[in-house]
């Protein structure tokens, strides 16, 4: 997957473990936890607009603690900087974003999920799964 990817690999020194490697992504997915120091340092790169399709997706920044929808609301009020940073700093350089409940990235790894069945308990409809990872290097 890496080798596909390489920029000019036949111009490459390339040693396992020790090697800086030139990539060419098709895409960048960034999550919000560590999108902030990427934009900050494609920013200082000095360039107008991405050169890739690149999204942001808030999701790692909302914690579990108490249930979705107030989970969901104390992270947009512990992360509203963080969140209006990223916000803008995509819409000026070209980069996609996802706000906070727009669902859950997975770069690696694509979970698949499968309903197996659902009940109803207290007029709340729950949901069990069933999930497979599916590894992106096979």
Request: some cysteine.
């Amino acid at each position: 997957m890496l080798y596909g990817h390489l920029d000019e690999p036949q111009s490459q020194d390339i040693e396992r473990g020790t090697s800086y490697l030139r990539l060419r992504p098709d895409r960048v997915a960034m999550q919000d936890a560590t999108a902030q120091m990427a934009m900050l340092q494609f920013i200082s790169s000095g360039l107008p607009r991405v050169a890739v399709p690149s999204t942001i997706h808030c999701d790692h920044l909302i914690e579990a603690q108490i249930g979705g929808d107030k989970d969901l609301a104390r992270a947009k009020d512990i992360n509203k900087e963080v969140y209006n940073f990223l916000a803008s700093a995509g819409a000026k350089y070209g980069v996609g974003f996802w706000k906070p409940g727009s669902g859950i990235i997975h770069q690696v790894r694509i979970v698949k999920f499968r309903i197996l069945k659902y009940k109803l308990e207290k007029n709340v409809v729950k949901f069990v799964f069933k999930y497979q990872y599916l590894n992106c290097f096979q």
